[in-house]
């Protein structure tokens, strides 16, 4: 039966790992260590003995086989710390961070195209009449279903407030349709309101003017001294999200139509064939994906403080959306090294691409860059005060 193969397990683990000295040293002080940790103060004052761990080797057995009952003693919040505080023991664990670790793998491993089952009333329908839809979809300047999943939803599905100092600023993020179909949207985002916008989809230029002129005002911060110096050295980016309907991590493109606001969509949304017929081509000023890639750019711009790849509030979307480390990198040097982080941009030749994606080329560059400036100012100085040094730099630096 199972409880004897059970008892049998914790007789071997017993043989195994408290048959020896070293061994069943070794554990003791794992979990003295381990338990002085807890914020359960029974937990942590609790002392323990060899004969206390022999008897927690076979609750944890017991429990990993799920043939534990509750004793009404100590162990009982032993097992609950090892499961890391999880209210139904279902696992043990020596870590929450290796529990963390194989829920996100389990999340991985699921169809990630798949859409979540959202309730009725959170479920957009769309539709269309057609005697032949081979024929239909050849025109793409007629095919209404593929111009309504590019199409953008005038109620932001991200909102973000952040400040410089004494200045207030706002970002919006519209989502296309299509990304509501995907497993990145909150259920609840898919309301009635935007069910009705959705609804009224028609005729596309209609549409998209119409689009424009909701969001005309969306970034509604202040935007008069974008192109200053921004936020002093050493002061910290403040910013709080007001409103977020997109789960954490996605895979998405993001479309920047001007400061402020921009739109979301799939992975492969806004790729350079489909941009040609897009409806907004003409108000899309670039496109970025989640890991921080410029894949279209009309801006030509080179500064973290005006509208374009190297913009601010880019790599602030980023924090938010993605938490990557290159979005971390350049806020923390916006803050604290402004200066060097700007220097990086305008000396970057951009071969290796455009971007902060492009961290090591870029800050790399711009070192070599200074580091030849200041050479060559030290060459300078030696000339006016001493020509024979001078001719002696310039040959060991040959």
């Known amino acids: 039966t199972i409880s004897e193969n059970v008892v049998n397990h914790e007789d071997e683990l017993k043989k195994i790992v408290l048959g020896s000295a070293v061994s069943a040293r070794i554990l003791l002080h794992i979990l003295i260590d381990k338990f002085q940790r807890c914020s359960n103060r029974t937990v942590a004052s609790e002392i323990l003995t ?6 927690l080797l076979r609750q944890i057995v017991k429990q990993k086989f ?29 870590t929450k961070q290796q529990q963390k670790q194989r829920q996100k793998q389990q999340n991985k491993t699921q169809d990630n195209d798949a859409m979540g089952i959202f309730d009725k009333k959170n479920q957009l329908l769309l539709s269309i009449d057609t005697d032949n839809y081979f024929q239909y979809t050849l025109k793409q300047q007629t095919d209404l279903i593929k111009f309504s999943l590019n199409m953008p939803v005038s109620v932001p599905i991200l909102t973000i407030i952040y400040e410089f100092g004494d200045k207030e600023h706002t970002i919006n993020v519209f989502p296309t349709v299509q990304f509501l179909y995907s497993h990145h949207v909150h259920p609840s985002y898919v309301s009635q309101d935007v069910q009705s916008i959705v609804k009224k989809f028609t005729e596309p230029s209609k549409f998209y003017k119409q689009f424009n002129t909701v969001t005309e005002n969306a970034g509604s911060g202040n935007f008069v001294d974008r192109q200053s110096k921004g936020v002093a050295q050493g002061r910290q980016i403040r910013f709080k999200v007001k409103m977020n309907k997109v789960r954490q991590s996605p895979q998405y493109t993001i479309a920047a139509l001007r400061p402020g606001v921009f739109l979301i969509g799939m ?5 350079i ?16 994906d989640d890991i921080g890639f410029v894949l279209y750019d009309t801006t030509a711009s080179r500064s973290v403080d005006s509208f374009g790849p190297y913009f601010i509030e880019q790599y602030i979307l980023m924090e938010v959306l993605s938490k990557h480390e290159v979005a971390q990198n350049v806020l923390d040097y916006y803050c604290g090294k402004k200066e060097a982080l700007q220097f990086g941009v305008e000396n970057y030749k951009e071969l290796q691409g455009k971007g902060f994606i492009c961290w090591r080329f870029l800050m790399n560059e711009s070192a ?3 580091k030849d400036s200041k050479n060559e100012t030290e060459m300078d100085m030696i000339d006016d005060g001493n020509p024979t040094k001078r001719s002696k730099s310039i040959t060991l630096a040959l």
């Not at 064939?273 to 970025?288: A, C, E, F, S, T």
């Open 273 to 288: 064939h489909d941009l040609q017929n897009h409806p907004m081509r003409k108000d899309i000023q670039y496109v970025m």
């Open 368 to 370: 070599t860059v200074e």
């Open 267 to 271: 992975k492969d949304q806004f790729n």
């Open 66 to 94: 799920e043939q534990r009952i509750f004793s009404g003693d100590i162990n009982d919040q032993f097992i609950l710390f090892l499961s890391g505080e999880q209210k139904n023991h279902m696992e043990i664990s020596y």
């Open 50 to 55: 060899e004969k206390k761990v022999e008897t």
